[in-house]
């Protein structure tokens, strides 16, 4: 008998048909032997209809009254499936992140995980039950709710695993694993069998939104058995693993590509080229819980500067107001923003041994006229900023250009 954690995605659990659907596949992991602990999504669309009631009152992203509004969603998800399978005879009981005892630091909307109590966890399945956990939640130091982030049950999933030892975590979704592309984008993108967990930690920051990173990097940590499966398709999904002895992936270049519109580029135009001033801005947008991603410096000229870099697009109207108050602090020329682009990347661990993955994706997006505006590169991926309305073709050439339609799902 093995112990599984399964979680469903807000696709999943989009409608009562659909839950009834959930509960299916629920049973059918118990019906194997095993003991099955399921964490939830809200219902698709419930947490920004939430969110936006909770902005219409004056709520912010980042404050615990809209944490405790939107984490409502997960509540009502963990009540019906748990419902759905006693309809079919199973004994299922609904957890809430204070009732496992899932502890959070105090950062609302963005709350990191810094322990689990699986006791709770272990005392419920010891009395043959069914565990539905709902995601996305947790409990800070005073007792007030918290929310971990977009993706967050992915999160939730993967650290409750962790912490009562899961033979397996199986996240399922509206696909049936992870593709070379966006098969959306890209009609010729096709599912890969194995995805390494260093692969998979870039592809969830670049764009793809199969698993939130921070589940990715939980699951790497603490060495939990991760699977991407359908709710909808039978299938074996995709396995995220350590690369450890394998060698096939040598005989790859590039495994996927990747395409995030969620960006936006800020720069600080004649900024003192002085030591000190880069640590300053980048310390107050760090503590305004703001996520830099891509980073240039001009060369000084007359000693001045202008500093680009990139955040999401949610947090562009935060940046601007710190920016544009350290501009006048610093005596810079102007900030001027430019929410119009996109980050399109390359991504392969087989990048280590191979030579010239820039030059051919330089020079493919150059045959279409494509600009690069930034870069950021690492062993096993290369980012370009682009005009966002070369996204997808950039996505569909780059994908062609990697032979990426001609492997083997």
Same mark, same amino acid.
């Given at each position: 008998?093995?112990?599984?954690?399964?979680?469903?995605? $807000?696709?999943?659990?989009?409608?009562?048909?659909?839950?009834?659907?959930?509960?299916?596949?629920?049973?059918?992991?118990?019906?194997?032997?095993? #003991?099955?602990?399921?964490?939830?999504?809200?219902?698709?669309?419930?947490?920004?209809?939430?969110? %936006?009631?909770?902005?219409?009152?004056?709520?912010?992203?980042?404050?615990?009254?809209? #944490?405790?509004?939107?984490?409502?969603?997960?509540?009502?998800?963990?009540?019906?499936?748990?419902?759905?399978?006693?309809?079919?005879?199973?004994?299922?009981?609904?957890? /809430?992140? =204070?009732?496992?005892?899932?502890?959070?630091?105090?950062?609302? $909307?963005?709350?990191?995980?810094?322990?689990?109590?699986?006791?709770?966890?272990?005392?419920? /399945?010891?009395?043959?039950?069914?565990?539905?956990?709902?995601?996305?939640?947790?409990?800070?130091?005073?007792?007030?709710?918290?929310?971990?982030?977009?993706?967050?049950?992915?999160?939730?999933?993967?650290?409750?695993?962790?912490?009562?030892?899961? #033979?397996?975590?199986?996240?399922?979704?509206?696909?049936?694993?992870?593709?070379?592309?966006?098969?959306?984008?890209?009609?010729?993108? =096709?599912?890969?069998?194995?995805?390494?967990?260093?692969?998979?930690?870039?592809? @969830?920051?670049?764009?793809?939104?199969?698993?939130?990173?921070?589940?990715?990097?939980?699951?790497?940590?603490?060495?939990?058995?991760?699977?991407?499966?359908?709710?909808?398709?039978?299938?074996?999904?995709?396995?995220?693993?350590?690369?450890?002895?394998?060698?096939?992936?040598?005989?790859?270049?590039?495994?996927?590509?990747?395409?995030?519109?969620?960006?936006?580029?800020?720069?600080?135009?004649?900024?003192?080229?002085?030591?000190?001033?880069?640590?300053?801005?980048? @310390?107050?947008?760090?503590?305004?819980?703001?996520?830099?991603?891509?980073?240039?410096?001009?060369?000084?000229?007359?000693?001045?500067?202008?500093?680009?870099?990139?955040?999401?697009?949610?947090?562009?109207?935060?940046?601007?107001?710190?920016?544009?108050?350290? &501009?006048?602090?610093?005596?810079?020329?102007?900030?001027?923003?430019? #929410?119009?682009?996109?980050?399109?990347?390359?991504?392969?661990?087989?990048?280590?041994?191979?030579?010239?993955?820039?030059?051919?994706?330089?020079?493919?997006?150059?045959?279409?006229?494509?600009?690069?505006?930034?870069?950021?590169?690492?062993?096993?991926?290369?980012?370009?900023?682009?005009? &966002?309305?070369?996204?997808?073709?950039? &996505?569909?050439?780059?994908? %062609?250009?990697?032979? /990426?339609?001609?492997?083997?799902?």
């Amino acid at each position: 008998m093995a112990l599984i954690v399964q979680k469903f995605g $807000g696709t999943s659990m989009g409608s009562i048909e659909r839950i009834k659907q959930v509960a299916g596949r629920v049973i059918k992991e118990k019906l194997t032997g095993n #003991d099955v602990v399921v964490v939830v999504s809200a219902m698709s669309g419930e947490t920004n209809r939430l969110l %936006d009631l909770a902005v219409k009152m004056g709520g912010r992203q980042d404050n615990m009254e809209t #944490d405790l509004i939107i984490s409502s969603g997960e509540q009502i998800s963990s009540g019906l499936l748990s419902l759905a399978l006693k309809n079919e005879g199973y004994d299922a009981v609904p957890l /809430l992140g =204070h009732q496992v005892r899932i502890a959070t630091d105090e950062s609302y $909307g963005k709350a990191r995980i810094s322990s689990i109590d699986s006791e709770n966890i272990y005392k419920m /399945l010891k009395n043959g039950k069914i565990v539905v956990i709902a995601g996305f939640q947790g409990i800070d130091s005073n007792g007030f709710i918290t929310t971990l982030g977009r993706g967050g049950s992915d999160t939730t999933a993967v650290a409750v695993a962790a912490a009562i030892n899961a #033979d397996r975590c199986d996240i399922y979704t509206d696909v049936d694993g992870v593709y070379t592309a966006d098969p959306n984008i890209v009609p010729e993108a =096709h599912r890969l069998d194995v995805v390494y967990f260093d692969e998979m930690i870039e592809m @969830s920051s670049l764009g793809a939104k199969v698993l939130q990173i921070r589940s990715v990097e939980f699951a790497m940590k603490y060495g939990v058995n991760l699977f991407v499966k359908s709710t909808f398709a039978e299938g074996k999904g995709t396995q995220i693993k350590f690369l450890g002895d394998d060698k096939n992936m040598e005989e790859l270049q590039v495994s996927s590509v990747a395409c995030d519109k969620d960006e936006a580029k800020i720069s600080i135009r004649g900024i003192p080229d002085k030591p000190g001033i880069a640590a300053k801005i980048f @310390s107050r947008i760090s503590d305004a819980n703001i996520v830099v991603d891509m980073i240039i410096q001009n060369i000084s000229v007359e000693g001045h500067t202008d500093l680009t870099f990139t955040v999401s697009k949610k947090d562009l109207k935060k940046a601007l107001e710190i920016t544009g108050g350290l &501009a006048k602090e610093l005596d810079a020329k102007e900030v001027i923003s430019d #929410d119009k682009i996109a980050k399109i990347s390359v991504i392969g661990v087989g990048m280590r041994n191979h030579y010239g993955t820039a030059s051919i994706m330089f020079d493919v997006l150059a045959k279409e006229n494509i600009n690069i505006m930034m870069i950021s590169t690492s062993e096993i991926k290369i980012s370009c900023v682009i005009d &966002a309305k070369y996204a997808e073709l950039a &996505a569909r050439i780059l994908h %062609d250009a990697f032979n /990426l339609g001609k492997l083997n799902g």
